[in-house]
């Protein structure tokens, strides 16, 4: 089991940054690739960023690219996702996820965190 708590989300001006953590706990965080969802009102959940287990790979969604960034700490047993320009439509439930296999991830993660609220402001 992988237990993994959202934080950082709020509310921010359109243009303005956040950054959300994922603390994880359970088995060896190392083993496993990460990523960031996020779904907003009366949407599907969708995919935002995902990163390997090393923080070697990388994918970011097309409509995050250049603005987010995802990074990791395995010392720390962390996630993280660096959020720039954002823009109302970034506005949503952002959940932590993560798989053991980095190429499962987008399609089905193993688990999933509580998730963090993020309201950008127009």
């Known amino acids: 089991q992988v237990q993994l708590v959202e934080s950082g989300g709020g509310l921010v001006q359109a243009g303005g940054s956040l950054r959300l953590s994922c603390a994880a706990s359970?088995?060896?965080?190392?083993?496993?690739?990460m990523g960031w969802f996020r779904q907003a009102p009366g949407k599907e959940r969708e995919f935002v960023a995902a990163i390997s287990w090393s923080g070697g790979l990388t994918n970011y969604a097309d409509s995050v690219k250049g603005r987010f960034t995802i990074s990791r700490d395995n010392a720390k047993n962390a996630l993280y996702l660096q959020m720039n320009s954002l823009e109302p439509e970034d506005t949503a439930a952002y959940y932590c996820?993560?798989?053991?296999?980095?190429?499962?991830?987008?399609?089905?993660?193993?688990?999933w965190g509580q998730g963090t609220q993020v309201t950008v402001s127009s």
């Open positions: 359970g088995r060896t965080f190392s083993y496993y690739a």
């Open positions: 996820a993560a798989a053991r296999a980095y190429e499962a991830l987008t399609a089905s993660p193993d688990y």
